[in-house]
């Protein structure tokens, strides 16, 4: 597959932005190859400057749960441009928008529209230590919440470990007040609890973890930090930034059974424009000014364009009964068909899914946390990647990342993924 469009694109972005992207994955150097440059998407293909076409499973990171271009969404978006792009008042579709995440997820008392992920999580936490006076917040392993500095911490080795910062620029003081367990260790959980648990304003977690590939909740792991939580009065956020409108209508929190304080979402809820939303109970949403002492504002936050996106997009779900089961079921095929390959071409591979979102890892053990989650051969994935891609299937560029199925993905092209797949791994 020739792109030398993309490449002329690609050398000159990298005179003007730093890797010549605006966030780093998208540089593909996880998987050693020259980024496309996509002008068109629409259904579940992508189209690069050079007219070639991919099966999409990156879905711009999440949010297309419908398919590219929907019909419904993008004369939503038209029909909201008439009226102008931005007031800086309160508009109509705020309110509409909120509505329908307060009747999808009870939890949300009350709710705040901001534009990304990251000001959601970010925000969510601020409030979390106004709440409970206190400064320290637990995270997981291998979570991601967005990169504000609090949040871009790793965990060194032990049991836990005060955190020491995975990029540079984020002041010590910071990273001291983020404590790191490994994921679904219902144990270091328990024991940091009862040592520091009373100096703990929040416990943060992707509830279905998304960010180091899928990785499932295992059986009583979100119930005991609900437990533990309410417990030592630590307030329970749920960053459903992936998972919210992608795992059931009312996300993790609709599935498993473990209500959280405080959610956060993005991605869906936005239907392709940058929305983020960060809401749960009264008594802790109450203390965010203008009501209460907590700052937090945005020039675009409840952007009519975008809301009017997320409104279409999650009225197109509800629309449709069945939505999720159908996802799932075309989800369930893939899977099963890439686990069929797999094993026909005697290749050792583990595949994590649930809902419409999977991750394959090359590894013959299961990946339950971000230690087994590294035991896959990422040289692998790369060479899987390539081999998929000249094929013309777009997978995410990176092992440690979730692939996501739409609505759009038609039955053919499912097969034809599992065809290719197949025809990888015997090379790999
Ligand atoms: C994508 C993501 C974020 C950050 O959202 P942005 O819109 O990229 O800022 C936060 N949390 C989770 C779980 C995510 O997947």
């Given at each position: 597959?020739?792109?030398p469009?993309?490449?002329?694109?690609?050398i000159?972005?990298n005179?003007?932005?730093?890797?010549?992207?605006?966030?780093?994955?998208?540089?593909?150097?996880?998987?050693?190859?020259?980024?496309?440059?996509?002008?068109?998407?629409?259904?579940?293909?992508?189209?690069?400057?050079d007219?070639?076409?991919?099966?999409?499973?990156c879905?711009?990171?999440g949010?297309?749960?419908?398919?590219?271009?929907?019909?419904?969404?993008?004369?939503?978006?038209?029909?909201?441009?008439?009226?102008?792009?931005?007031?800086?008042?309160?508009?109509?579709?705020?309110?509409?928008?909120?509505?329908l995440?307060?009747?999808?997820?009870p939890?949300?008392?009350?709710v705040?529209?901001?534009?990304?992920?990251?000001?959601?999580?970010?925000?969510?936490?601020?409030?979390?230590?106004?709440?409970?006076?206190?400064?320290?917040?637990?995270?997981?392993?291998?979570?991601?919440?967005?990169?504000?500095?609090?949040?871009?911490?790793?965990?060194?080795?032990?049991?836990?470990?005060?955190?020491?910062?995975?990029?540079?620029?984020?002041?010590?003081?910071?990273?001291?007040?983020?404590?790191?367990?490994?994921?679904?260790?219902?144990?270091?959980?328990a024991?940091?609890?009862?040592?520091?648990?009373?100096?703990?304003?929040?416990?943060i977690?992707?509830?279905v973890?998304?960010?180091?590939?899928?990785?499932?909740?295992?059986?009583?792991?979100?119930?005991?930090?609900?437990?533990?939580?309410?417990?030592?009065?630590?307030?329970l956020?749920f960053?459903?930034?992936?998972?919210?409108?992608?795992?059931?209508?009312?996300?993790?929190q609709?599935?498993?059974n473990?209500?959280?304080?405080?959610?956060?979402?993005g991605?869906?809820?936005?239907?392709?424009m940058?929305?983020?939303?960060?809401?749960g109970?009264?008594?802790?949403?109450?203390?965010?000014?203008?009501?209460?002492?907590?700052?937090?504002?945005?020039?675009?936050?409840g952007?009519?364009?975008?809301?009017?996106?997320?409104?279409?997009?999650?009225?197109?779900?509800?629309?449709?009964?069945?939505?999720?089961?159908?996802?799932?079921?075309?989800?369930?095929?893939?899977?099963d068909?890439?686990?069929?390959?797999?094993?026909?071409?005697?290749?050792?591979?583990?595949?994590?899914?649930?809902?419409?979102?999977?991750?394959?890892?090359?590894?013959n053990?299961?990946?339950?946390?971000l230690?087994?989650?590294?035991?896959?051969?990422?040289?692998?994935?790369?060479?899987?990647?390539?081999?998929?891609?000249?094929?013309?299937?777009?997978l995410?560029?990176?092992q440690?990342?979730?692939h996501?199925?739409?609505m759009?993905?038609?039955?053919?092209?499912?097969d034809?993924?599992?065809?290719h797949?197949?025809?990888?791994?015997?090379?790999?």
């Amino acid at each position: 597959m020739k792109r030398p469009h993309s490449n002329n694109y690609f050398i000159k972005a990298n005179t003007l932005m730093p890797g010549g992207v605006n966030s780093p994955v998208r540089a593909f150097h996880a998987v050693g190859d020259d980024p496309i440059v996509v002008t068109r998407a629409k259904g579940d293909r992508l189209y690069d400057a050079d007219g070639n076409r991919y099966i999409d499973y990156c879905m711009s990171w999440g949010p297309m749960i419908l398919g590219h271009g929907n019909i419904k969404v993008l004369n939503a978006i038209r029909r909201a441009i008439r009226n102008g792009t931005s007031f800086g008042t309160l508009c109509p579709n705020e309110i509409r928008l909120a509505e329908l995440v307060q009747e999808a997820y009870p939890s949300i008392e009350l709710v705040r529209m901001v534009s990304s992920g990251t000001e959601a999580t970010m925000s969510a936490v601020r409030v979390a230590r106004a709440y409970t006076k206190r400064d320290k917040i637990v995270k997981f392993e291998g979570g991601y919440h967005g990169h504000s500095d609090q949040f871009l911490i790793k965990a060194g080795s032990g049991l836990t470990t005060l955190g020491t910062p995975s990029s540079p620029g984020i002041p010590r003081a910071f990273a001291e007040n983020t404590l790191t367990l490994p994921y679904n260790n219902i144990g270091a959980l328990a024991k940091l609890m009862g040592e520091h648990g009373h100096d703990i304003a929040s416990v943060i977690v992707e509830p279905v973890a998304g960010n180091m590939g899928v990785v499932l909740p295992e059986p009583g792991f979100l119930e005991t930090l609900r437990e533990l939580a309410s417990k030592y009065g630590t307030v329970l956020v749920f960053d459903e930034v992936i998972t919210g409108f992608r795992i059931s209508f009312s996300g993790a929190q609709g599935v498993f059974n473990a209500v959280p304080d405080m959610t956060t979402i993005g991605k869906i809820i936005g239907g392709g424009m940058p929305v983020g939303a960060y809401g749960g109970k009264k008594d802790i949403m109450k203390l965010i000014s203008p009501d209460g002492p907590v700052y937090q504002a945005g020039t675009l936050s409840g952007n009519p364009v975008a809301m009017a996106a997320g409104i279409a997009t999650i009225k197109e779900i509800k629309s449709r009964p069945g939505f999720y089961s159908e996802m799932e079921k075309k989800t369930g095929h893939l899977v099963d068909g890439l686990k069929d390959a797999a094993r026909l071409a005697g290749k050792r591979v583990t595949i994590n899914s649930i809902a419409s979102m999977f991750t394959p890892f090359f590894t013959n053990r299961p990946v339950k946390d971000l230690q087994s989650a590294m035991t896959s051969d990422t040289k692998q994935y790369a060479q899987f990647f390539r081999l998929m891609f000249e094929k013309g299937i777009y997978l995410p560029p990176s092992q440690f990342e979730a692939h996501f199925v739409s609505m759009a993905h038609t039955p053919s092209d499912i097969d034809r993924t599992i065809r290719h797949a197949y025809d990888a791994f015997r090379k790999i």
